[in-house]
Structures are given as C-alpha cells and as structure tokens.
C-alpha cells in the first residue's frame, strides 16, 4: 500500500505545483477601434487597371503548376491549377505604365464550364498605394461579360478592406488576355 501511496502523493504534489505556478494567459483581448484608426470614416475608393495573363512565349508570366490525370480530356480544363506574377497596368496596351502585380493562382473548378477559382493579391507598385494589396477570392465565369468576385482584405492602405472587383475580358492576343478591373473597395 505504501508503495502505490507514494506516486499518487508525488503525481498529486506535481499536478498541483504546476497548477500554482502556471500564468494563464489569453490568446485574444479586446482593443478599442481607435487604437488602429479605425474610428475614421471609411472611404469608398474606384480602381481601374489591366490585368495581362500571358500563358507562353518568352514573357509568360502565367504557369500551369498541376492538373488532374483528365484535365486534357476535358473541355474545361477541369482540375488545371496555374500559378501566376501578372502586371497590373493603367491602360490595355502592354507597354502602359505598371502600376503593380496580381499574384497568386487560378484553377479551373467546374465541369460544366470554364469557371476558375481565382485566389490572388493585387500588389500595388506605385503612388499612392505603393506596398498595399488588395486580396482576391473568388469564382470568374470566363465567359461572362462581367465576372464579379469579392475582395476579401488587404494590407497597407487597405487594412480592413472589403468591396469587390469586376472583371471583363478586354481582349485575346495569341497567348495574352488582358483583362479591365474595376474594383470597389471600403477602406480606412
């Protein structure tokens, strides 16, 4: 009996040392608004740009990184997964100004229709929103005229932010797309 007494009384001796000299500690704490800015009225801003996937040639910058074993069987390319590092310009032609970078990836996600599961950033390079980003997520039915898809957060400028962004295909050039963003977010 003395034997299975002693380790009870030192497991119990330890547990409650432990209990004793253990902090709690919160991982979440309320903070007022103000201490982020956040008691400013949100601002309601337009931004407009072209986005220029180019899936081949020497200045691709669009990759298929994966596809299902049926992916080239299928008439949507069900299953494609591509990586990209888009410019963003201010005006259609390639040789406009840039003005920051989508990067991120789309995945063809339907079956049925060519329907991409876009998740990406818009990284801005220039004026006043140099170093921001918006963040995208969401479906683009390519062959809509107008693909809406939500903007989901940012960074920089853009904390906080929410809205969306409408895309419209502008035109097909060989291996380039270059697509019109007219996107609408809430910020601080």
């Not at 800015?37 to 298929?64: C, E, Y």
């Not at 339907?110 to 921001?132: I, R």
């Not at 898809?149 to 797309?177: D, K, W």
Request: aromatic share 12%; net charge positive.
């Amino acid at each position: 009996m003395a034997k299975i007494f002693f380790p009870k009384f030192l497991l119990l001796s330890l547990t409650t040392f432990i209990f004793i000299t253990t902090k709690t500690h919160s991982f979440i704490k309320p903070i007022s608004p103000t201490n982020l800015g956040l008691h400013k009225p949100q601002k309601l801003s337009h931004l407009r740009f072209f986005f220029h996937d180019i899936i081949g040639g020497k200045n691709q910058t669009a990759v298929r990184v994966a596809a299902s074993p049926t992916t080239e069987k299928s008439p949507t390319g069900f299953g494609a997964v591509v990586m990209m590092d888009d410019p963003l310009t201010e005006e259609p032609e390639s040789d406009s100004k840039i003005v920051g970078r989508a990067q991120g990836i789309y995945a063809s996600a339907s079956q049925t229709e060519v329907g991409f599961l876009m998740v990406l950033n818009f990284a801005f390079t220039t004026g006043k929103y140099n170093g921001s980003v918006l963040s995208v997520l969401g479906r683009n039915k390519v062959d809509s005229a107008v693909r809406e898809m939500p903007i989901v957060g940012g960074s920089g400028l853009f904390r906080f932010a929410s809205g969306y962004a409408q895309a419209s295909t502008h035109s097909i050039i060989g291996l380039e797309a270059i697509v019109e963003y007219n996107v609408y977010v809430f910020h601080y």
